[in-house]
């Protein structure tokens, strides 16, 4: 195998739940690309390593790291469309695109994932209830699979591949590039304005009746004790419409990398959560923010994720039906009344779309909750999955890595079963596996 | 302005094409692969706004250079620089390799560049500030078990440029010569290495800000002058002793 370039490395989720080591490769070339997949029997693609689950890689398979193919194939600013390969990372797209004032709404909240990623994630942005997800701006794909060869995907070809392949988190073979329908984007910079709430139902009112006007709403709540859960912020991002003139994202290097020790616990996050409402409430109700605060807000504030510690986090996201939402959180709070657990992080936005296979899309309310990894924390976290039945919800693998394939079966039912099926019609020995395809079952 | 770049497919010689299509020159790219030389193309044009000729070529083969770049006139026209980030290398490159493998890798590695560079001399010799910028490697720094044809033609490499640099005929071109150490590319991915790996993206923006020195003949990384120093002084009985790997 060292002759197709492969190094051995120690490797972790990007939430730090799972590391393990792996054999990956990095082609730099088209004829690289194809050789590298001949050298092993089972491959998976990896991108920035930035989703929170292993999807990049397993210890079974050759992970193939598709970043040196990173360039802008075409280009026509009329028709509005661009082909660029899978490695290019989203701050490198969006430092052209900007440019001629188009972009894709549908970006993922960090700007070194890469395209590849965030069509096998079958991302989404903030404005996912306005927008939906990526999949809603592509329009064709260029795979490589080992036995199939090249594909050329899209509505008119290959239609049931191209399917499977967004979300399908690599499980159908390297993508190495995706055509986009780009939308146009008078301005890169943003007035985001603010309201304060009390409760989860406050939250959802203004969710879904400022959502119609505005570019982004999503919420800020608290969930460090029962007595304020809920309480918070709604954020409202408006495109300013001044057209201005597009100022080059900055790259910066900025690090993951957790502290020995975790520095998240009831008593930070309570004073933290404090100050954060307490700066909210002091300062201006609109403001005017630049592009990458906005759609990138982890950006530069990678110390959220490093306070974690060694052992991490693990992300819940859920959509609920807009129905079902308050007396879901009814139940979650009984929940949490027993167990009290640590949650870093809750938000809630709208979301659009048509939930298929393996995707996490619907027109439903997306929820997200951080949460210290620890004991009680996951015995918390298995009392929700129980309820996901009950309140016909869906859980996201591509943030929780904790998910049993009980849990995806019951929650994706049938378009599990399809994903599987159809997945197994087109790859009978089925290559392209990663650390949560084995583990569920895919 | 217009440069040749031979070996722009990947590497250094990516990354080089990369610089100079920044700087808003046009570009010549030669390589074997096509599909990675449109995709560099394509990428580079829609960004900068300039012109590139994509070449696929075996540059092993006198004949091929002739009869694919030095006899088309609109690729070779008007050029200001011609860059040779190329090395061809064989994994079973030992004292056994055989005569066509050996040729190969001479041609590809020395011949083929001296050739093009007496064909190409006449038209940069025209041009202001024009160079030639080629690159050896600290194999040829020892002969030793391993890499043992392309060691020699590297070193012979080196040889020519210098000779260049005493010649009148090409005073009038910018000649540099840079020999290479370990760098962050595929060919040094997956080996173990025990020195640190140099940055390609920093070569090339040495190698551009150098391209009008008069003469220039270094080293990078930086750190390989000294270990060169070193191994001129101890003795050649005792590096076979020490059989250096």
């Known amino acids: 195998m060292n002759k197709y370039l492969t190094e051995n490395k120690k490797i972790f989720s990007f939430d730090k739940s799972f590391s393990t080591n792996i054999t990956f490769s990095q082609p730099d070339k088209y004829k690289l690309l194809e050789k590298i997949s001949h050298t092993s029997d089972n491959l998976i693609n990896i991108g920035s390593n930035l989703s929170y689950s292993p999807l990049g890689f397993s210890r079974k398979s ?111 073979g390297t993508i190495v590039s995706v055509t986009f329908e780009l939308t146009e984007i008078k301005s890169s910079k943003f007035i985001t304005k603010k309201k304060e709430v009390n409760s989860v139902e406050d939250s959802l009112k203004l969710i879904l009746d400022e959502s119609k006007d505005a570019s982004y709403t999503y919420t800020w709540n608290r969930a460090d004790n029962l007595s304020n859960f809920g309480k918070g912020i709604v954020y409202k991002n408006y495109l300013d419409q001044n057209l201005n003139n597009f100022e080059k994202l900055k790259e910066e290097k900025n690090q993951f990398k957790p502290f020995i020790f975790p520095m998240w616990n009831k008593f930070s996050i309570n004073i933290i959560n404090s100050l954060y409402l307490k700066l909210n409430k002091l300062t201006k109700s609109e403001k005017n923010e630049n592009f ?117 079966r019951k929650s994706y039912n049938e378009e599990l079963t399809r994903f599987k099926d159809e997945l197994f019609k087109f790859d009978k020995k089925r290559i392209y596996q990663s650390e949560i395809s084995n583990r569920l079952e895919i | ?102 040729s190969k890798l001479t041609n590809a590695n020395f011949i083929s560049i001296a050739y093009t560079i007496q064909k190409i001399k006449k038209i940069l010799i025209q041009k202001e500030n024009a160079c030639i910028i080629g690159f050896g490697s600290v194999s040829g720094f020892l002969g030793r078990d391993i890499n043992v044809t392309y060691a020699g033609a590297k070193r012979g490499l080196e040889s020519y440029f210098e000779s260049m640099a005493f010649d009148e005929e090409f005073e009038k071109i910018n000649i540099q010569f840079y020999t290479l150490g370990y760098l962050a590319t595929n060919l040094s991915f997956g080996k173990d290495l025990k020195l640190p790996k140099g940055s390609v993206k920093k070569l090339s923006n040495i190698v551009f800000n150098n391209r009008i020195a008069k003469f220039k003949k270094t080293y990078y990384p930086a750190y390989w002058m000294i270990i060169h120093l070193i191994l001129k002084i101890i003795p050649f009985s005792i590096l076979r002793i020490l059989k250096i790997k």
């Open chain 1, 62 to 172: 050759l992970s193939i790291n598709i970043k040196n193919f990173d360039r802008i194939l075409h280009f026509d600013k009329r028709e509005k469309t661009i082909t660029v390969e899978a490695g290019l990372t989203l701050i490198e797209f969006l430092n052209f695109t900007l440019k001629h004032n188009l972009w894709i709404p549908q970006l993922p909240g960090y700007p070194t994932i890469t395209i590849g990623g965030a069509v096998a994630a079958n991302a989404h942005g903030k404005s996912c209830g306005k927008h939906g997800t990526i999949r809603k701006s592509i329009k064709s794909i260029l795979l490589f699979h080992k036995t199939h060869g090249w594909l050329n995907l899209s509505e008119d070809k290959n239609k049931e591949i191209f399917d499977l392949t967004i979300g399908g988190i690599g499980l159908t």
């Open chain 1, 292 to 408: 990458l605060n906005v759609i990138f807000p982890f950006y530069g504030k990678e110390n959220y994720f490093n306070f974690f510690g060694k052992k991490g986090f693990i992300e819940s996201q859920l959509l609920v039906s807009e129905e079902k939402l308050n007396s879901f959180i009814e139940e979650f709070k009984n929940l949490f009344e027993k167990f009290e657990p640590t949650i870093t992080l809750f938000s809630l936005k709208n979301m659009s779309g048509k939930q298929k296979f393996l995707r996490f899309e619907d027109n439903k309310i997306c929820l997200t909750f951080d949460y210290v990894n620890n004991k009680k924390n996951l015995l918390f976290m298995s009392k929700i999955d129980n309820l996901y039945n009950k309140y016909n919800i869906t859980p996201s693998i591509i943030k929780d890595s904790r998910i049993s394939k009980e849990i995806l």
């Open chain 2, 1 to 102: 302005m217009k440069y040749l770049i031979i070996g722009a497919s990947s590497g250094l010689g990516k990354e080089l094409a990369k610089k100079f299509a920044e700087e808003n020159n046009d570009l010549v790219i030669v390589s074997r692969d096509e599909r990675d030389l449109n995709a560099i193309k394509s990428d580079l044009e829609i960004k900068h706004k300039i012109k590139i000729d994509v070449l696929p070529l075996n540059f092993s083969s006198i004949n091929e250079i002739e009869d694919k770049l030095l006899s088309n006139n609109n690729l070779i026209s008007n050029l200001t620089g011609a860059l040779f980030p190329i090395g061809m290398m064989f994994d079973n490159d030992n004292l056994n390799l055989s005569v066509e493998n050996i």
